[in-house]
């Protein structure tokens, strides 16, 4: 089976740097994926990743270890409307639980 | 139409009734996901839909619930007797492919779902 892991809750200031951590046991891995989902909307793509390495797109980041089962999600320079909860996938069903990130002044 | 549709946005009905919820996928999409997210929980995997490949019926809690998919396109998740447990988000996904591991084909465009209360 699939089973993926996620801290519950984060908090962070505005303008500072997050990372949010994902690891997974999965029997055949063939990409992952992270959403960003804002309270009472429903998720939206992020990012993508299938190799090993980082992607940069803007002030986002994931980075994926195949090896490890591992990947996180950097954000940077930290603004109020990040604060949402960011979901990782690497099943084609199964979600993780999800990360609520709360960005404060 | 430009994106995942779904009908009704609201949805209040007493407890042991039938509810039926409508998803309309992006034109030209083969895959198409029900999930549930309660209040604060993530996203509970229903049932998946591509082509015409039997779905996957696994996350289906009960025998309540069920769901089709007709012509390729539209899909009602119907649910039968409905319970107070039964309250949650539905939301409703669909995906340029379906069948080949998670490319990046399989992204997710989610509906803005329907939100379901059982009394």
């Known amino acids: 089976g699939q089973n993926i892991d996620q801290p519950t809750e984060m908090t962070a200031t505005e303008g500072a740097i997050v990372q949010i951590n994902c690891t997974y046991q999965t029997s055949g891995f063939n990409g992952l994926f992270w959403y960003q989902q804002h309270a009472g909307e429903a998720p939206t793509f992020l990012s993508y990743n299938v190799l090993d390495g980082l992607e940069e797109k803007g002030r986002f980041s994931s980075f994926l270890s195949r090896s490890k089962g591992y990947s996180y999600l950097l954000l940077k320079e930290l603004q109020m409307k990040d604060s949402a909860s960011y979901l990782c996938?690497?099943?084609?069903?199964?979600f993780g639980t999800g990360t609520r990130l709360q960005v404060f002044p | 139409g430009a994106g995942v549709s779904q009908s009704p946005s609201n949805k209040v009905t007493e407890k042991g009734k039938d509810v039926e919820l409508r998803c309309d996928p992006i034109s030209g999409h083969t895959a198409l996901y029900w999930y549930r997210q309660s209040l604060g929980q993530g996203l509970e995997f229903l049932i998946y839909f591509q082509g015409n490949s039997a779905p996957d019926k696994s996350g289906l809690p009960s025998d309540r619930f069920s769901a089709e998919r007709t012509g390729g396109s539209v899909s009602t998740l119907t649910i039968q007797r409905t319970q107070q447990e039964d309250s949650a988000v539905y939301l409703c996904?669909?995906?340029?492919?379906?069948?080949?591991?998670?490319?990046?084909?399989?992204?997710?465009?989610f509906g803005s779902g329907t939100q379901l209360s059982v009394l």
């Open positions: 996904a669909s995906s340029l492919a379906g069948d080949r591991g998670l490319r990046l084909s399989e992204k997710l465009f």
């Open positions: 996938r690497t099943d084609k069903l199964i």
